[in-house]
């Protein structure tokens, strides 16, 4: 955390306390950390994320998945590439030129085992948040998000996961 707190000694002349410095920190550990814990059961959080948008709207396109994820359609083809190659999901033509996806019974398994890793992961970083300050979070959370949209209207969230 010591360059996070060089940073933090910086002037922040917009009074917001660095805070989407913090979030951008916040963002990059919460990933590199899921994506170690998820080595273990042989993904990474790119992965999934991917699977899990699969599994709760089977047959979606690369283009659906990009943004039901929050990436960018490069790196969703990349992903479901990796997925593909490993037996985890299955593409299958769709409408068009698309194709939807799909997880195969390998795929399924995998992510019933990534998840439980997901959820320990989570009970560990949000201990000591009661049910009262993670409502209270997550509300900030998403009054920025509004503002940010009303704001720029027309831009669009892909980010990389």
């Known amino acids: 955390m ?3 707190d060089v940073v933090l000694g910086w002037p922040d002349a917009s009074g917001a306390a660095h805070a989407p410095l913090r979030i951008k920190y916040y963002q990059n550990m919460y990933t590199r950390s899921a994506d170690e814990i998820l ?4 993904t990474t959080m790119a992965r999934y994320v991917v ?4 599994e709760n709207s089977p047959g979606s396109s690369g283009v659906q998945l990009a943004e039901l994820t929050f990436q960018r359609p490069q790196s969703v083809a990349d992903v479901t590439g990796a997925l593909e ?3 985890l999901i299955e593409r299958r033509p769709g409408r068009g030129r698309a194709f ?9 398994a995998q992510l019933v085992e990534s998840r439980a890793v997901v959820t320990d ?8 948040l009661d049910d009262k300050r993670l409502e209270s979070f997550l509300a900030d959370v998403e ?19």
């Open 100 to 108: 939807g996806h799909y997880l195969t019974e390998a795929g399924t």
């Open 143 to 161: 009054l920025i998000t509004r503002n940010l949209v009303e704001a720029f209207p027309g831009t669009t969230p892909h980010l990389d996961v």
């Open 51 to 54: 699977m899990t948008a699969i």
């Open 2 to 4: 010591e360059i996070l």
């Open 121 to 128: 992961f989570h009970r560990t970083i949000f201990q000591g």
């Open 39 to 42: 080595s273990g059961v042989g």
């Open 85 to 87: 190659s490993a037996g």
